[in-house]
């Protein structure tokens, strides 16, 4: 079975910190993913990577960065934490781009910014 | 996602069959996916279909798809108190088939 591992399943920080979500998988995925879930508004993607050091936007990127050195891992970055950052975080991967390729996820990561 | 609507509730009692409906907009798509979310996890794939098919069967759970009206249904039969979660309804655009547009979500209570 694939295994998505995120580093934390809670978190909390200050506004104005530099915030590390980290997402590890084991099954030599090319495709790695960051979502944020909301209630109301279902899943939208962050940052997508299709490989080592490549990264593309997803539908709502500002205020984060990402990092994917290896390829089993992916890192999410919230350069200054917000308030507005306060959410679920879910990280996904799959093995290639195409169709029939389903995303597997880690738990999430509920992460609150005092 | 704006792209791909569900109802945000639904109630069943136990031994009864749900239904969870989807509507999605891209007739391009090529694959619809299922998944559930019980409370404090991450969301588990549960079913998905490519857009040639009509219907897919795995045990309690049957998928029907109608490609015309851009419709998608999850039937699970006999629901159970595990049952009880939040579904979703996602799909792969045919422009972008790395990406999945996701719905809102249905939540499901299933009452004894």
Same mark, same amino acid.
């Given at each position: 079975d694939v295994k998505v591992t995120q580093s934390s399943r809670y978190l909390v920080k200050r506004t104005g910190e530099k915030v590390f979500l980290e997402c590890v998988q &084991?099954? &030599?995925?090319?495709n790695m993913f960051w979502y944020r879930q909301d209630p109301g508004l279902g899943l939208r993607l962050i940052y997508f990577s299709y490989d080592v050091k490549m990264k593309e936007k997803g539908d709502i990127p500002e205020g984060y960065s990402v990092s994917r050195e290896k390829k089993e891992r992916f890192s999410l970055i919230l350069e200054s934490a917000s308030t507005n950052q306060t959410s679920m975080y879910l990280c996904a991967s799959s093995? $290639? $781009?195409?169709?029939?390729?389903p995303q597997h996820f880690g738990d999430g990561t509920r992460l609150s910014i005092l | 996602g704006e792209d791909v609507e569900q109802s945000l509730f639904l109630s069943v009692r136990e031994g009864d069959s749900s239904v969870i409906n989807c509507t999605y907009?891209? /007739? /391009? /798509?090529t694959y619809l996916y299922w998944y559930k979310q019980e409370p404090g996890a991450g969301l588990q794939l549960l079913t998905y279909i490519f857009s040639n098919m009509d219907m897919k069967q795995d045990q309690r759970l049957t998928v029907l798809l109608n490609k015309k009206d851009k419709h998608l249904s999850l039937r699970i039969a006999d629901?159970?108190?595990?049952? /009880?979660a939040i579904y979703f309804c996602a799909e792969t655009p045919g422009s972008n088939d790395y990406k999945l547009s996701f719905g809102a979500g249905t939540t499901v209570t299933v009452r004894a």
């Amino acid at each position: 079975d694939v295994k998505v591992t995120q580093s934390s399943r809670y978190l909390v920080k200050r506004t104005g910190e530099k915030v590390f979500l980290e997402c590890v998988q &084991d099954m &030599d995925h090319e495709n790695m993913f960051w979502y944020r879930q909301d209630p109301g508004l279902g899943l939208r993607l962050i940052y997508f990577s299709y490989d080592v050091k490549m990264k593309e936007k997803g539908d709502i990127p500002e205020g984060y960065s990402v990092s994917r050195e290896k390829k089993e891992r992916f890192s999410l970055i919230l350069e200054s934490a917000s308030t507005n950052q306060t959410s679920m975080y879910l990280c996904a991967s799959s093995r $290639t $781009t195409g169709g029939g390729q389903p995303q597997h996820f880690g738990d999430g990561t509920r992460l609150s910014i005092l | 996602g704006e792209d791909v609507e569900q109802s945000l509730f639904l109630s069943v009692r136990e031994g009864d069959s749900s239904v969870i409906n989807c509507t999605y907009t891209d /007739s /391009s /798509s090529t694959y619809l996916y299922w998944y559930k979310q019980e409370p404090g996890a991450g969301l588990q794939l549960l079913t998905y279909i490519f857009s040639n098919m009509d219907m897919k069967q795995d045990q309690r759970l049957t998928v029907l798809l109608n490609k015309k009206d851009k419709h998608l249904s999850l039937r699970i039969a006999d629901t159970q108190t595990g049952d /009880s979660a939040i579904y979703f309804c996602a799909e792969t655009p045919g422009s972008n088939d790395y990406k999945l547009s996701f719905g809102a979500g249905t939540t499901v209570t299933v009452r004894a």
